[in-house]
């Protein structure tokens, strides 16, 4: 039933952050485009969710990313997240030596190429 609903079905907009539908969100979607970091979805975030792999720097969920944040902290160099991951970006501009990602940096990442 999730895979075929639209942004105009009813069952969609009435979608909330901890529905399970959010395994199968698209950055295009209206409820990919409104998570915040407080919601349940956003901290649930895995690697190997579409939504945290399909990630890119204009989503808004991208930008407002923070070092402590569940989905920041379960970054490796393999995701696509990491990989595309520009220097001014906020989750870039605020790490810190003792945050997961900011020691998982290796001199070929493209954050640290930049």
Request: zero cysteines; aromatic letters at 8%; a positive charge.
């Amino acid at each position: 039933m999730n895979q075929s609903l639209t942004p105009n079905d009813v069952t969609y907009q009435k979608i909330k952050p901890s529905d399970v539908v959010y395994e199968s969100l698209k950055p295009n979607d209206v409820l990919y485009q409104r998570l915040k970091p407080n919601d349940v979805t956003y901290k649930r975030l895995k690697p190997g969710d579409v939504v945290y792999e399909s990630l890119k720097p204009k989503d808004v969920m991208y930008q407002s990313l923070k070092p402590n944040d569940v989905i920041n902290q379960g970054l490796t160099p393999n995701d696509v997240m990491y990989q595309s991951l520009k220097p001014n970006v906020v989750i870039n501009q605020s790490l810190k030596p003792n945050d997961v990602m900011y020691q998982s940096f290796k001199p070929n990442d493209v954050m640290n190429q930049s």
